[in-house]
């Protein structure tokens, strides 16, 4: 069983390089982003509450994101280990992460403040089907809609210059000290995040004493 981390500021390639892992090692990826974005694309009242959150460019409270993570690892469909995305953001996050699972790595997706900016404003999210797109580097056939169901693609709702200059700060004044309290540990492994998809994921499997991907 390997049980998986990975860390980056928004825009790192996360989610992308979780799932090429998760795909060849048989692993669950959870995606906290995700599970709150399904919240507020169904309008729950946890949606409500992080939609809220979100548009103001702040990340969500410690006991809200523990609550979802907890909850979604104790259904345990994760027979051959996990990979984690987007938590944990803070050092209190962290604590509460190693108390309760032991880790086989951490994975940190490093990339410049000026290369952020310029992957996060070209995301696009279909407003039918919720469809991740990049104007960068997954554009769509058709442009401004979805290659899957034809609906409008619209820019995130948090996705604005001065939510993700809050983002950044934040990131970096919390999410700064969670890598230096695992690197204490000796679980962190630090990859290049400006390279092509492809590149990133050959080196963070080399960093991780893993087999090359299956496929190219």
């Known amino acids: 069983m390997r049980k998986y981390v990975i860390i980056g500021v928004q825009g790192s390639g996360k989610g992308t390089q979780s799932l090429l892992l998760a795909r060849d090692l048989d692993l669950v990826h959870i995606s906290v982003g995700d599970i709150f974005r399904w919240h507020v694309q169904h309008h729950t009242k946890l949606g409500a509450q992080v939609r809220r959150i979100m548009a103001a460019g702040k ?118 000290p969670v890598l230096e309290l695992f690197r204490r540990k000796e679980y962190v492994v630090t990859v290049d995040a400006r390279a092509d998809i492809g590149t990133v994921q050959r080196n963070l499997r080399r960093e991780l004493g893993l087999p090359p991907p299956e496929k190219p």
């Not at 410690?62 to 996990?82: A, C, I, P, S, Y």
């Open 59 to 176: 990340l969500v409270g410690d006991d809200l994101v523990e609550g979802v993570v907890r909850g979604r690892l104790e259904q345990h469909d994760w027979n051959f280990g996990f990979v984690i995305d987007g938590f944990p953001r803070n050092r209190r996050q962290a604590e509460f992460f190693l108390e309760s699972y032991d880790i086989d790595g951490v994975i940190h997706l490093d990339l410049p403040d000026t290369e952020v900016r310029r992957r996060v404003l070209a995301r696009r999210l279909c407003s039918g089907c919720g469809m991740d797109y990049n104007l960068i580097f997954d554009r769509p056939e058709a442009e401004g809609r979805c290659d899957v169901c034809g609906g409008e693609l619209v820019a995130r709702e948090d996705d604005t210059e001065e939510a993700l200059a809050e983002r950044l700060r934040t990131y970096h004044e919390k999410t700064d």
